[in-house]
């Protein structure tokens, strides 16, 4: 049985950071992309960042390229992203999620593609 997990969000000011954590088990983690998704209410779930495998290759949108940095530790078998700088409009719940290969070309839309969700964990940005 797959099981993942986020933790790390919580509530903080604009222009402060978070490290998000996305624990796995029941996969074999390194044969999966992984990647960090968002929703805030009232949205769609949208991608944000996407890890291929093996670390090699890291996507990001416009959105939060330059303030974010994605990572894996594929022993721990467990993702990572840190956020800095954030912004009231980052305030979301975000989930790690699996799939086959990172869908950089779409990252945005790439819900639909991955496998495997985690439960979420939430980031709120205060002004």
């Known amino acids: 049985q797959v099981q993942m997990a986020e933790s790390g969000g919580d509530l903080v000011q604009a222009g402060g950071s978070l490290r998000l954590s996305c624990t796995t088990s029941?996969?074999?983690?390194?044969?999966?992309?992984m990647a960090w998704f968002r929703q805030a209410p009232g949205h769609v779930r949208e991608g944000i960042s996407c890890?291929?495998?093996?670390?090699?290759?890291?996507y990001y949108t416009d959105s939060v390229k330059g303030r974010f940095t994605i990572s894996r530790d594929n022993a721990k078998n467990t993702l990572y992203l840190q956020m800095n700088s954030l912004k009231p409009e980052d305030t979301a719940m975000y989930y790690c999620?699996?799939?086959?290969?990172?869908?950089?070309?779409?990252?945005?839309?790439?819900?639909?593609?991955?496998?495997?969700w985690g439960q979420g964990t939430q980031v709120t940005v205060s002004s």
């Open positions: 999620a699996a799939s086959s290969l990172c869908h950089e070309y779409d990252l945005v839309n790439s819900r639909h593609s991955m496998k495997y």
């Open positions: 890890i291929t495998w093996n670390g090699r290759d890291t």
């Open positions: 029941g996969l074999t983690f390194d044969d999966y992309a």
